[in-house]
């Protein structure tokens, strides 16, 4: 018996640290982390970039793969929960917006690997009024967020809008 003690302390020590790292609190790929938010600020920024050397009929699908991509990043770490949801409701928004608008008549342009589907050019300023509306939400709901996620929060609103900055006439 007093052999079976320490080796079932054992068991349960390290059982209860897989458990941990499960749940996130001891692994290195779930919590608020600088590289993280820096990868997603960057991501934004650059798609932006990308988005905007574009036809901008071709630019709310460009938009859209840009904020999924985004969003996915955070998929696995629920500390990010609320500006991966940010990420997805514009994403998502932004389905609307070419599933309404779509050109049937153009052909997908391809840039770097990924197709772009085109909105038609009467649908432009809708679409872009429906998309700065969109980053304002998500922006919203970022910065008032509270406690350790705070400034994290805080910088991935900042890129929301930039985004919106170069959306204006």
Do not use: W
Request: glycine share 6%; net charge positive; aromatic share 6%.
């Amino acid at each position: 018996m007093s052999r079976l003690v320490p080796a079932l302390l054992s068991l349960l020590l390290a059982a209860g640290g897989a458990l941990a790292q499960g749940y996130g609190y001891e692994s290195s790929k779930t919590g608020l982390s600088d590289q993280t938010t820096d990868r997603v600020v960057r991501l934004l920024e650059q798609g932006l970039r990308q988005c905007q050397a574009l036809d901008p009929v071709y630019r709310y699908d460009c938009y859209r793969q840009n904020y999924r991509a985004a969003g996915q990043q955070l998929d696995r770490n629920p500390a990010y929960a609320p500006a991966r949801q940010a990420l997805q409701d514009v994403e998502s928004t932004l389905s609307g917006v070419l599933e309404a608008n779509r050109d049937p008549a153009a052909k997908p342009e391809r840039r770097q690997g990924k197709r772009f589907a085109a909105i038609t050019t009467a649908a432009i300023p809708q679409s872009k009024a429906v998309f700065t509306s969109a980053l304002d939400q998500a922006a919203t709901r970022l910065l008032r967020s509270t406690g350790s996620s705070r400034d994290h929060f805080a910088r991935i609103a900042s890129a929301l809008n930039s985004n919106k900055v170069f959306l204006r006439p």
